[in-house]
């Protein structure tokens, strides 16, 4: 059920700006047109690129924030899991708890 | 002879509707919502917007390009393979998850409490190793704090006895313990660096349910500023077990989704779900149209996202555990372009 909803109305997580713009929803409240319209600014790109895997790609790997692995491309070298949301933190402004708690926990 | 299209009913069975008998099953389903709640009903624009999605013969149905929403999954990974981990890397890699949400079998914050550090090890491992959001969910599920699950009188013995008093008293008591264990967790879920607490099928046991989750909603608010809470609805209208149970002023008793949004919004909840429930025996489109009509309200007046619930047996999903990629497209669609949604 949830791949049907992904496939029929859902942004794309990680494939996109996805998980960008729930973040904006969760810490701020923003509603979609607003979230969206704040990550698009923050990422100097257009609402519509959010959306589309290809611009997302390349925005995502220049700024560090998080690419899937697939068969075809990894990215070892790259920023992953935590590593990543230390730059989306950066990047939208917004406060990550497990980044937060990274941070403390490991005295950075 | 009119053509005969294929098309669902609400338990997800395969039926044949003329154009005719779709059309005539999305006035109804509007209307007998208008009527319920008291709400408008659904414009012809909008009627005919459905009646294309549910006559289309195609097998896949989807929102047009630049329309996407936020899907915050809860209850993600399917719990198949052993390694609930694994699971949520899987629904953000694979399923384009853009929320994922750690939760245990036992889907209840007076079950998580018993294994509480279990499970926070289980979201910390989770919160190193993925890069989307993480909820840590559960059901505030009041009942269980009655007898002879927990320490409470059982109200649902008690009201058909006519003791009203006493069951009063039973869900206050039973409130009690709720918010204590739901608080205790959000302490823990925060320090461990989950990104928000997702409060699921809020008010399944009625308005006390409903309030001791509203209650610590504020607490967690006020608390933590930044931490995200989603209070999803367990069904459309809250149920009077109490009756008599406000928040800042208002009944909670009876509240359609408007009202829900209304007091979650002043608990200071980031998402709201609201949740409308299936008839498995009227058609899909007639389930959806009136679950339209009942949410469209909400959207028109949200100052939070509103993320609808769009699993098995809400939001015009078929009530089965298979549901048909044929009607779940047609749903998705229809609810994020007549409700104009922040997600699902």
Known sequence: MAATHALASGMGGMRTAGDLVARMQITRGMRLPQAKRYVAERLGCSVEDLSDP?????????????????QDLTYPDEPGAIEAKFRIAEVLGIPVNSVACFRRHARL | MAERIPTRLGDGSLVHMTRGEIEADLHDGTEAAARRAKVEPLGEDELDHLLDIFTSPARFSAVDIGHEVVLSIDGSGNRDINAPVLEQIVYQNHHGADIVEVWNSDY?????????????????????????PVHYGAMPDLGRYSQ????????????????????????????ALLEADMWHTAEAAVATGADGLDFDTAAAAGDADFLATLHVTRRIRDAFPDFGVEIGMASEMVLGMHGQLEYEGVRL??????????????????????????????????????????????????????????????????????????????VSRALVDILGLDGL
Not at chain 2, 301 to 306: D, G, L, R, S, W
Request: proline share 8%.
């Open chain 2, 148 to 175: 002879p699950d927990g320490p409470a009188p059982n109200w649902s013995q008690l009201l058909p006895q006519g003791r009203i008093d006493e069951a009063r008293a039973a869900q206050e008591e039973a409130m």
């Open chain 2, 108 to 132: 209840s914050y007076k079950a998580v409490k018993t294994v509480l550090s279990f499970q926070m090890q289980e979201l910390k491992d989770t919160l190193l190793q993925t890069v989307v």
């Open chain 2, 253 to 330: 008793a009876g509240q359609w989704p408007l009202g829900q949004l209304r007091a979650v919004t002043a608990a200071g909840a980031t998402i709201f779900g609201p949740a409308v429930n299936v008839n498995t025996t009227r058609s899909v489109a007639w389930n959806v149209a009136r679950a339209c009509t009942l949410v469209k309200p909400v959207t028109a007046e949200a100052t939070i996202p509103v993320h609808m619930n769009a699993g098995m047996g809400v939001g015009g999903v078929p009530m089965t555990p298979y549901a048909p990629v044929d009607a779940t497209s047609r």
């Open chain 1, 54 to 70: 290809l611009v997302m790609h390349d925005i995502r790997r220049e700024l560090g924030l998080g690419l899937i692995p697939v």
